[in-house]
T-cell receptor, first 115, second 112 residues
């Protein structure tokens, strides 16, 4: 079956512009996660959605970052007024459930470059 | 606060060698530990998930062990092949949630 997909695969934007990154999870997976991978910080958790519960936003680095998940499926991560330090690979993952029991399946990532 | 450390950061071995990658975590009250593989420019592929009640998990040439009391896990790769070259990451959830805390990874190169 189809895995987690993300778009675009690469995004170059100018400092100060807004960007939207999209994630399509595996069908039937109720949990969806966003992570960021950068050279200096490694792989960091950003936010996760589980079913209809309020999202866990504890990893978002600033209020310029937000995410939504529509209809319990597709998710969009939005970064407003991008800064150079936002340059990273943004990875999305999904799992059957939102507890630690379930394996996470990752998408290929979106490489964001802020110039 | 849970911290995950992986040693070594990089490893280069000749083909055919057995090798061990290490992962340590500061808070032993974990629910499970997961090992991932990441190829350059790609996302993560889950290799093994060890529940806290288990001591090891095996998949093909891979064997992962977990010692919660000492805060350690090892990933053993038998008879390494050039196709095993990748970055290997371990991760633990902070509590019974799905979000993961990752180590910095070990980049493995297996030379033919």
């Amino acid at each position: 079956g189809a895995g987690v997909s993300q778009s675009p695969s690469n995004k170059v934007t100018e400092k100060g512009k807004d960007v939207e990154l999209r994630c399509d999870p595996i069908s039937g997976h109720t949990a969806l996660y966003w992570y960021r991978q950068s050279l200096g910080q490694g792989l960091e958790f950003l936010i996760y959605f589980q079913g209809n519960s309020a999202p866990d936003k504890s990893g978002l680095p600033s209020d310029r970052f937000s995410a939504e998940r529509t209809g319990g499926s597709v998710s969009t991560l939005t970064i407003q007024r991008t800064q150079q330090e936002d340059s990273a690979v943004y990875l999305c993952a999904s799992s059957l459930g939102g507890t630690s029991t379930y394996e996470q399946y990752f998408g290929p990532g979106t490489r964001l470059t802020v110039t | 606060k849970q911290e995950v450390t992986q040693i070594p950061a990089a490893l280069s071995v000749p083909e055919g060698e057995n090798l061990v990658l290490n992962c340590s975590f500061t808070d032993s009250a974990i629910y499970n530990l997961q090992w991932f593989r990441q190829d350059p420019g790609k996302g993560l592929t889950s290799l093994l998930l060890i529940q806290s009640s288990q001591r090891e998990q095996t998949s093909g040439r891979l064997n992962a062990s977990l010692d919660k009391s000492s805060g350690r896990s090892t990933l053993y790769i038998a008879a390494s092949q050039p196709g095993d070259s990748a970055t290997y990451l371990c991760a633990v959830p902070p509590g019974n949630t799905g979000k993961l805390i990752f180590g910095q990874g070990t980049t493995l190169q297996v030379k033919p």
